[in-house]
């Protein structure tokens, strides 16, 4: 069976919808699943140095203690998926083209799900700036993929239109907020949700499997 998910690297409930797909899968082991991470822009007009984050905060949610509200009911569930999420240490807001790209560098060398994993744990837990090439090298290098290699790919721009690209082809599919999950191209299904409803939808996958 293979899984579209669609998911933006500075999306934190992407990360927790990470987290909760893993634990539906876990719960589906005679279920065979063979991930594809697909881009989606959530800021696709963000410069490419990104932009400070209380500035960013601001402007997307109105007041402080609005993005206060926010925070606390991401954190929340984050808890429940073992994600200390730490707000505080992210500095900026990067352009997240260049970790699609680097998404999609590992993808070649089957790394990336351990790549995405990375980006959500430096970002959201380590406040990197996941923007910069110097940074995503050494996230790339850390998971097992040549910094030479990679830093040529991301300097040289193969595959930025790419990812504009699939993100224009996510919203003709109507998708408009992430994480999404298209099963075996049939069954989309939107939102972080709980463990027990991806379960189910593998399931549904799997039996349509099954009869085709």
């Not at 972080?192 to 379960?199: E, H, R």
Request: glycine share 8%.
């Amino acid at each position: 069976m293979e899984i579209d998910i669609i998911f933006d690297t500075v999306c934190p409930w992407c990360f927790i919808g990470k987290k909760r797909l893993e634990n539906a899968l876990a719960s589906r082991p005679n279920i065979s699943v063979k991930p594809n991470w697909k881009p989606f822009l959530l800021n696709p007009e963000m410069p490419p140095q990104g932009i400070d984050r209380t500035a960013y905060l601001i402007k997307k949610f109105g007041s402080e203690a609005r993005i206060n509200h926010i925070y606390g009911a991401i954190g929340e569930a984050g808890q429940s998926v073992e994600i200390d999420f730490a707000f505080e240490r992210i500095n900026r807001t990067p352009n997240s083209v260049n970790s699609h790209r680097l998404v999609r560098f590992a993808e070649q060398r089957e790394k990336s799900g351990d790549v995405v994993e990375a980006l959500f744990v430096e970002f959201f837990i380590n406040g990197r700036d996941i923007g910069g090439i110097d940074v995503l090298v050494d996230i790339g290098e850390a998971q097992g993929l040549n910094a030479d290699d990679l830093r040529g790919y991301l300097e040289s721009g193969d595959d930025e239109q790419r990812v504009y690209d699939e993100n224009i082809q996510a919203h003709r599919l109507g998708i408009n907020g992430v994480p999404s999950y298209v099963f075996n191209e049939k069954f989309l299904i939107s939102g972080a949700q709980d463990p027990m409803v991806l379960s189910r939808m593998l399931d549904v996958a799997a039996a349509t499997t099954k009869m085709t």
